[in-house]
């Protein structure tokens, strides 16, 4: 399942972003310091240091962004968030095609995270740089994001996927891991278009006793199907 999740970002948090990444304090360093064996050789891009304090402070930014989101919260079933991290694509720069890998560890404590979502917040404007499309494949073919800045593209982190390369101007982005409650996409795709329905019945005067059965439903999949 594939979710786009418009303005995940207000103007003033994208600001204060672009702030904190533009500023002299941002270490920017080779992204192939956290490349596994596939990716290293296909990956040409910069990443700012994980460990940095500009690091932790954009992570705040996001992170709260993304604890009141409820299309992320209802898409993701997020248990686990890795920090979110933050790259940039000058012209020539790219990914070619690769897979996360399935278990990272946690960059602050070491514990272990399987990637079950794999996230990218876009934070440049799409109308400043030419290239540096995000594709996607899975079994209906090859999808592509190049989003508004502030949106987010939500995608299984077992994906196939590439950034194709800049040729103008500088692309840059916010991406994540997320481990989910329900590691099965099939099974999230479901609880997520149940929710979704629910949600939308809420907001009509709908039969109270279907829509109490429907979301008593919800959460006995729910309790099914997730680990903690
Ligand atoms: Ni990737």
């Not at 949600?199 to 008593?216: K, S, V, Y």
Request: aromatic share 8%; with cysteine.
């Amino acid at each position: 399942m594939l979710v786009c999740l418009p303005q995940v970002l207000n103007a003033t948090e994208l600001a204060q972003l672009c702030t904190l990444l533009a500023g002299a304090g941002a270490a920017w360093v080779d992204g192939r310091v956290t490349a596994g064996h596939q990716g290293a050789p296909v990956k040409f891009n910069q990443q700012i240091d994980e460990q940095s304090r500009v690091a932790t402070d954009c992570q705040q930014i996001v992170v709260s962004a993304l604890e009141r989101n409820p299309l992320f919260i209802s898409a993701a079933l997020p248990n686990v968030l890795y920090p979110p991290m933050f790259n940039r694509y000058g012209e020539g720069m790219g990914f070619g095609l690769h897979v996360d890998g399935g278990v990272r560890l946690h960059p602050h404590n070491g514990s272990k995270l399987r990637t079950d979502l794999s996230a990218t917040l876009f934070l440049s404007d799409p109308q400043s740089y030419d290239g540096g499309v995000l594709q996607m494949e899975d079994t209906y073919g090859t999808h592509s994001a190049k989003l508004a800045a502030g949106d987010m593209v939500l995608y299984p982190a077992t994906s196939l996927h590439q950034v194709t390369p800049v040729t103008r101007g500088v692309r840059m982005a916010c991406f994540m891991w997320v481990q989910s409650l329900v590691r099965d996409d099939a099974e999230r795709a479901l609880l997520f278009d149940l929710d979704t329905a629910i949600q939308r019945l809420n907001q009509t005067a709908a039969d109270d006793i279907a829509r109490r059965t429907l979301t008593g439903t919800y959460h006995n999949l729910l309790r099914k199907w997730s680990d903690t």
